[in-house]
């Protein structure tokens, strides 16, 4: 069993940087694949990255590439999400997932264990 637990998010202007953080408690094997998701209001919840734990392979949805940055630390347990020019339309909650699957899947389905979500508000 593995237990995530997401920090991190809040309040901030368009134009600025969050950084959130997942901490797994229990195993993390090698294969794993962490990701980050999000909900918005009225909204289905949407993929937004993800990393191979053992290859450190990195996947984003289009619309968060090239202004966010997903790694982890290994001997920490954690998967950061770093998420700078904000935008309006970035704020959603955003939870952290996990998949036993070898192979990225972008459907929330895919992943057997989720964290309780951080609030991520952006204001214009």
Do not use: H
């Not at 289905?44 to 289009?62: C, G, M, P, S």
């Not at 630390?73 to 998420?83: C, F, I, K, R, S």
Request: glycine share 10%; net charge positive; with cysteine.
């Amino acid at each position: 069993q593995v237990q995530l637990a997401e920090s991190g998010g809040g309040l901030v202007q368009a134009g600025g940087s969050l950084r959130l953080s997942c901490v797994a408690s229990g195993t993390i094997y090698s294969n794993d694949i962490v990701a980050w998701f999000r909900q918005g209001p009225g909204k289905e919840r949407e993929f937004v990255a993800a990393i191979n734990w053992r290859l450190n392979k990195k996947w984003y949805t289009d619309s968060v590439n090239g202004r966010s940055t997903i790694s982890r630390d290994a001997a920490e347990n954690t998967v950061y999400l770093q998420m700078n020019n904000l935008k309006v339309e970035d704020t959603a909650v955003y939870y952290c997932a996990l998949s036993k699957s070898t192979y990225i899947d972008y459907r929330p389905g895919a992943y057997a264990y989720w964290g309780q979500g951080t609030q991520v508000t952006v204001s214009s």
